[in-house]
């Protein structure tokens, strides 16, 4: 069953999509670009509120879009979000010369880091197999220019390849990148462990506010499992203070 990956910019969207059956939240900003990091303090506070009612639900969180190449920066500030408590640290990856030595420094990081591979102009499926050799907890494909989707920049054959290789390795995979709702049958064919959406989830562009229903309505499509069957569909009880 394909998981449901929701990117949120603030606890409400959160909390929204974490009632809603989202299967990972994933913090970032969507005003600071593709991977936009937001501030290292909203990433704890939202981490400390999610986890008092959603427990159970992986959260992962972006470090920001960087400058290919920056292993140093990349390090850094994987650890400023890797210490706000989350449990996957994404971090993007562009193809070039560099980018198997990117991969090779991030495995060795003290996080559970997440390579995302940039592949608006193809996707290389060596560096899909140096991650995967590696043993990264995931690997996703991604965009860095959200004016087409995934599948313009990408063959169905080649990610079909992406997936299957990290299969091998026993690697989880997770495919993204300004992905609709008519996206939907091809990402179930190629089956991949999660798939990462925002723009199709909010009311206008990827910059405007998530709603919760069409997070619904989304999960639904993709899994052919209603919302309220979702593990982290229902809070945990707090209580009522006397």
Known sequence: MIRLLTSVRDLDEAREAAAAGADFIDLKEPHAGALGALPATRVAAIVRELRMTYPGIPISATIGDLQPGDDAAIAYHAAVIGQCGVDYVKAGVSPGPGAR?????????????????????GLDLTLVEHASELRFSAVMADTARKT????????????????????????MVGLAGALRLE???????????????????CDGPRTGKLEGARVRA???QLTGVPACAAPHAQPVNQGVAA
């Open 148 to 171: 087409g989707s995934l599948f313009n920049g990408v063959s169905l054959a080649v990610l079909d390849s992406m997936v299957q290789i990290a299969r091998a390795h026993e690697v």
């Open 183 to 201: 996206h939907v049958s091809r990402l179930r064919a190629l089956a991949p462990d999660f798939a990462g959406f925002r723009s199709a989830l």
């Open 218 to 220: 989304l999960r639904e």
């Open 101 to 121: 030595d990117t991969l090779t420094r991030m495995r060795a990081l003290p996080w559970k880091m997440v390579p995302v591979l940039l592949c608006d102009d």
